[in-house]
Each structure stands twice: as structure tokens, then as C-alpha cells.
């Protein structure tokens, strides 16, 4: 699935460097709906540098070679939609990505003064409302999540890794299944959202998998709620959310009941943002009859960011760590720096460099892992 290794599609949108305030534009117009487009086109020349307990590592990834070109991403989105003489806004949004032509989200919705219903594939309440370190990066370090096709700073770190350096975990629990979600209207800054899916994987099927050979989790709910405001003159966001499961399984092995839990806050001012995440993955991905002690491990991410005029540096830190019931714990550790220009509206080019390592991996004593990339990065979009 495509979120496995990128960050979904709305906190993505709210990190990404946005390369100028291009708007979305109009399709056309019918008797029933109004038809606008946005999307945009990522193009990159990147660098990487694996090892694994000190020792070069080339078989994937063109580790190799050591250099690439990718296109990681390119995305169109529709939205449909009109209103009743009641005011209420009803339709739907689809987005198609183009790097392989595959569907992404696609949810109706109904919307008003009560709030907003979606249904479809499409993000969960507490990964939309998530706010944190990930707010505070307009480039591509993958502070948030994905690192666009380099699975060495993503994946190679061995067990629990996306779980223990990525701030859009929720979307390695559920993604883009089926779901029915609620969204509040914001009251004095705050704003309350739920969602709900019978089975992960769902998307785009009807989700009645069951019994031997299952992978993944059933009647998956998240509650969140987050808070944006002014204080003493700087801008201030707040969220927290919990995710919640009665059976999780892999490959028709039973794993343990979870609850995940999330914080996070972005202050900025002055052309300043701050932001901090701090999660725990409660049992997630640990099996029934597991060695005691054993969890889904913990997360904790600080971003920081300085905007003057078209120019954007950033950085951020984050780390996790992992207890497999062994008398070794695993620690993973990321860290990147960026700088992004806006050349013209709806272009930017961006430029970062990433480094990931994992050590004591899945508990054993002396393992690691430890990658590093540079990826220059040009971006269109509208």
C-alpha cells in the first residue's frame, strides 16, 4: 500500500513544501455538482549509504550504484460537490496517483453546521487531526513518515522500525480502509473526531476476511481531539488521540488487543515553528504468549522550522525504542536537515539530507543498521 511508505495524503499535505500558494483549479461544472482538480509531480535525484553492523549493504535500494533519479510521486485529485436548499454540502473526492495510475483515497462526504460525515477510503479521524513534529518540515526528511521509495531509512532498521521514527504510525495500523469517520465543527478552537473500520486492508473491498491467514486488525476505532489557537501573539496547535482494536492478527497468528496513544503541539511565530510528538504503541503488533515484557514500542519526534520569504530551513529529530521481553532493548534514531526555494508559484525545489539508524534490532544484542541519503527534490504543483 502506498501510505506503508508515505505520509498520508492530509498530513502530507499540510508538511510538504508547498512551493507557493497554487490554488486548485476548475474542471467544469454540471446541474448535479461543481468539479475542481488539484495534484501535483515530484522528481528527484537522491544519494544513499546503508550498513549493517558496520557493513556496506547493497543488495537493494541501487545501494550499489549509490545514486538514483525517482519519481516517488505524482497525484491528481477531484473533488465533486454541491448543496442542498437546506445548506447542506454534499459529494465526493477521489485521488489517482500517477507515478504507477493506482486509486488513493476515495470517500463521499456530507457536511454542514453539525460537522462532517465521510465514508470511504480514506484517512482516520486521529491521523487527520494529528498535529507535531511533522508541521514543523516543508521538505522532503521525512520527519512525518515516508521517505518516498528509500525503504533503508524506513524499513531496514528491522522490527517495530516505522512504528518507532514516523509520526503517521496510524497509517501502518489502518490506512486508507474502509471507514465511516465524524468530524466536529470547531468550537472555540477545538474540534472532536471518530472513526471507525471493521477490518484493515478493506480498501476499495468489501473487508470480510476472517480466520487463518489474516493480516491484520478488526472494529479498529480512533477517537481525537485537537485545539488551534492564538496565544500572546504566536499561533498554537494541539492534538490528542487514541486508537483502539478487539483483534489484531498476522498471518493467521493471534496477536494482543492494543490501544495507541498520541500528543503532539506546533507553536510559531516570527516566521518560527516548533513542533513535538510523542506517542506509545501500546501492544500493537505483539503476540498472545509473547516473551513477558514485550510492546509495541514508544516514539518521540522535535521539529523546527524558519520561513523568510520564498526560502524554508528546517530540521528534526526523533527517536524510539522497542522491548522484545530480552535483556536488550531496540533503539532507533532519525535525523534530517532541509532547505526549500520557492522558485514560482506552484514550483519548488528542495534540498535534505536524512540519516536513520536502528541498533539491537528485534532485541538481539549487536545488530544495527544505519543508512543515510541526500535527495534533491523538484516539485509542481496545483
Known amino acids: 500500500m502506498k501510505k506503508t511508505l508515505l505520509s498520508s495524503t492530509a ?14 483549479g476548475s474542471v467544469g461544472t454540471k446541474d448535479t455538482m461543481t468539479v475542481t482538480m488539484d495534484g501535483y509531480h515530484v522528481f528527484q535525484m537522491r544519494t544513499l549509504d546503508v550498513s549493517k553492523n558496520d557493513t556496506p549493504n547493497t543488495s537493494s535500494d541501487d545501494r550499489g550504484r549509490g545514486y538514483s533519479f525517482s519519481t516517488p510521486e505524482g497525484e491528481f485529485g477531484f473533488t465533486a460537490q454541491a ?15 500517477t507515478e504507477a495510475i493506482s486509486s488513493d483515497e476515495l470517500y463521499g462526504f456530507i457536511k454542514g453546521d453539525f460537522g462532517q460525515v465521510q465514508f470511504g477510503n480514506q484517512d482516520g479521524a486521529a491521523n487527520m487531526m494529528n498535529v507535531g513534529a511533522g508541521q514543523a518540515n516543508k521538505t522532503y526528511q521525512g520527519v512525518i513518515g515516508g521517505t518516498f521509495g528509500l525503504s533503508a531509512l524506513d524499513a531496514e532498521g528491522g522490527a517495530g522500525n516505522a512504528g518507532l521514527i514516523r509520526q503517521d504510525f496510524e497509517q501502518s495500523i489502518y490506512g486508507d480502509a474502509n471507514k465511516v469517520i465524524y468530524l466536529s465543527p470547531r468550537f472555540s478552537g477545538f474540534q472532536i473526531g471518530a472513526s471507525w473500520t471493521p477490518q484493515t486492508g478493506s480498501e476499495g473491498s468489501d473487508g470480510f476476511n476472517d480466520g487463518a491467514g489474516l493480516t491484520g486488525s478488526e472494529n479498529v476505532g480512533d477517537v481525537a481531539v485537537n485545539y488551534v489557537g492564538e496565544m500572546q501573539g504566536a499561533s498554537v496547535k494541539v492534538s490528542a488521540s487514541t486508537i483502539f482494536s478487539d483483534d489484531q492478527e498476522a498471518a493467521g497468528v493471534d496477536m494482543e488487543d492494543y490501544t495507541v496513544t498520541a500528543v503532539g503541539a506546533v507553536v510559531s511565530m516570527s516566521g518560527f515553528t516548533v513542533g513535538a510528538s510523542y506517542r506509545n504503541n501500546g501492544d500493537f503488533g505483539v503476540a498472545r504468549g509473547a516473551v513477558a515484557g514485550s510492546d509495541g514500542g514508544s516514539y518521540v519526534g522535535i521539529g523546527a522550522m524558519y520561513e523568510m520569504g520564498p526560502w524554508v530551513f528546517n530540521g528534526h529529530v526523533a527517536r524510539g525504542k522497542q522491548d522484545f521481553g530480552t535483556a536488550t532493548e531496540q533503539s532507533n534514531s532519525r535525523f534530517g536537515v532541509g532547505v526549500g526555494y520557492t522558485v514560482a508559484p506552484g514550483w519548488g525545489v528542495m534540498l535534505d539530507y536524512l540519516d536513520a539508524s536502528a541498533n539491537n534490532i528485534a532485541g538481539a544484542a549487536n545488530t544495527d543498521s544505519d543508512a543515510s541519503a541526500i535527495i534533491f527534490s523538484n516539485k509542481f504543483s496545483f
Do not use: D, H, P, W
Not at 11 to 24: D, E, Q, T
Not at 83 to 97: A, D, L, Q
Open 11 to 24: 498530513l502530507a499535505g499540510a508538511v510538504m513544501f508547498a512551493a507557493g500558494a497554487a490554488s486548485a
Open 83 to 97: 448543496k442542498t436548499e437546506g445548506g447542506i454540502t454534499y459529494g465526493f473526492r477521489t485521488e489517482i496517483g
